[in-house]
Every structure is written in C-alpha cells, then in structure tokens.
C-alpha cells in the first residue's frame, strides 16, 4: 500500500468557493481560510467587513495595532463560547494559551486563544518529536520508536498513537523552549538529557481538513536517541499520554498503515522514515507526492 492515502488524509484541504479568505484590517494580505459556518457569524459583527463576491471578510480597518486586535479577537472569542454549536471546540479545546499570527511574515500581528484561532483557518505551529533507538544501538539490530498511546479522555483523537512528544508553540515561547517544556511535561525527561541528544531535522507543512474546517500547520521536527536502557526515563507526567511502547520499526510501519496513529503524527512518523532511508523512491511509487505534500507552500505570512 503506498503511504500517500496517509498523507491524503493530513494534507486534505481543497480551496472551494465554500471558504472565505481573512483578509487583515488593509484588505490586503490573507491570513487563512474560514469555513462557511463561521463566516455567517462574522457576518453579524460589526468588527469585519466581508465581501462575498470576492469571497473575503477583512479585519475592520480601525483595527490599526496589535493591542486593538487582540483585545477585539479576545473579546468575541469570549461571547463565541456561549453559542451552542460552538461548545464542543471552544469550551472543551479552550486552553488558555495564545497562537501567534505573522504579519508581514515573522512580524507579529495578533494573539488569539489556541482552540479559537482554528476557526479562523490561520496558521499555526507546533513541535513533534520522535525518540527512538538507531538500529546500531538496538538489541535486535532493528530501529525502533518510543510511542505513547494518547489519553482516553483528551478532547482530540483519544486513545490513539502519537509521536514521542508533541505540543503547540504557543505565545511567549519559541523553538527551543517549546521543546524543552513540551519533553518534560508530556514524557518527564530532563533538560539536559534532551539539549544532549536532540537534534533539529526540518519542518512539515500541510493544510488539514478537520470538521469542515481548513487548519495550515506547520510542525518543526526533531530527533531525540534515547538508548533502550534509558526507557526508565520516559515517564508520562501531564496525563497526556497513557503509557510509552518501544516499538519496532516493522510494528510502527504496520501501525501507521492501520491508521492507528493520529493523522497528522502518521505524516511525522512518514516523514521521519524518508528522512532515515525505510520509504524510497525505489520502493514507494508516490515517493515525489509524499514529500511534495509534507512540504506545502502556504499564501499565507508565517513566522
């Protein structure tokens, strides 16, 4: 089976005339893509302007700094919660934690609550990383993967598998903190183990279609050995995770084509495997696709 149908599934959004584009308060620069429930709620804010023959609804133009538009954003982030249909993503996914949206690219220019920013279609960010054992320090000579199986009770995609760690990048925090934050919090490993043995492998782009709702997002991905002996330092600490397995390459690829893996994980976990020689262009016939579509070019600033 090629792992394109994988990929297909994280790498999912197609522009129709359905979506609306965000514009910012010039009306000049794209920011996402909003679905049609959301653009009818818009539509009743006095705040944004929308235009419905060019398909767009722009930021109101007095919205003229970053401290106006966060206020304006927090404050109908805070009404959205009370509407019924709304409940399940806001109330439930709120987090208490603001994503950043670019604005001339790596300029920042506004700050929204985590679980709102989805429904506006913008960019986000985040971290994956994948712990593993290289094939030259396993006991069986074969690589293998730390996974973690998710939380029966998280909100997104419970009970299914994960990488290593993962987490969003959210305001104040950058790369490395985010890293560093998100490894102790999710699997209890210790900064300097991490700063030791972590290594910075790229980056993976995709626009995903989840509940009708277009989500660009891009993942910074990251190595860490961890030797077999070591497992005993991998301890779940959030509740994010239920418990870690150190899986064999031959399971992992098995697991991934089951679909046991949260989607967009399943492209991580791909990409890694390309990145490591176990998917070629020999052996895998959409190879091109597959690396074209972890690597999308949104029209979009971003950090």
């Known amino acids: 089976m090629s792992f394109l149908r994988i990929i297909e599934e994280v790498d999912s959004f197609k522009k129709t005339d359905a979506f609306y584009t965000f514009l910012d308060h010039e009306g000049r620069t794209g920011l996402g893509y909003i679905d049609p429930t959301i653009v009818k709620l818009l539509q009743s804010e006095p705040t944004f302007n929308t235009n419905h023959e060019a398909k767009t609804i722009a930021i109101g133009s007095k919205f003229d700094t970053i401290e106006k538009r966060n206020d304006m954003f927090a404050e109908v982030a805070d009404r959205w919660r009370k509407l019924p249909e709304l409940d399940e993503i806001l109330n439930k ?8 949206v670019y604005n001339p690219s790596k300029t920042q220019y506004m700050r929204l609550e985590r679980a709102f ?8 960010y985040g971290v994956h990383i994948n712990g593993y054992v290289p094939p030259e320090l396993s006991s069986n000579g074969k690589l293998k993967l730390y996974i973690p199986r998710r939380s029966k009770t998280k909100s997104t995609f419970p009970g299914m598998l994960d990488n290593t760690v993962a987490g969003g990048i959210g305001y104040p925090h950058g790369l490395e903190t985010t890293v560093i934050k998100e490894c102790f919090e999710e699997a209890g490993l210790e900064e300097d183990f991490v700063r030791k043995n972590i290594k ?3 980056v993976a782009t995709y626009i995903y279609l989840k509940d009708g709702r277009a989500q660009p997002e891009v993942e910074y991905t990251y190595d860490l050995v961890i030797k077999e002996d070591e497992a005993h330092l991998i301890k779940p600490q959030d509740g994010e995770a239920e418990d870690f397995q150190l899986m064999a390459i031959d399971e992992v690829l098995q697991r991934v084509k089951n679909r ?7 492209l991580i976990i791909i990409d890694f495997l390309i990145r490591h020689g176990y998917i070629t262009a020999e052996d895998e016939p959409d190879y091109l696709e597959i690396v074209s579509r972890c690597h999308v070019k949104f029209p979009f600033p971003t950090r």
Do not use: A
Not at 93 to 100: D, F, H, K, P, T
């Open 260 to 266: 046991e893996f949260k989607p967009n994980c399943g």
């Open 117 to 124: 920013s989805v429904l506006l279609g913008v960019v986000t």
């Open 93 to 100: 996914g709120w987090r208490n934690e603001l994503y950043v």
């Open 200 to 202: 910075n492998t790229g």
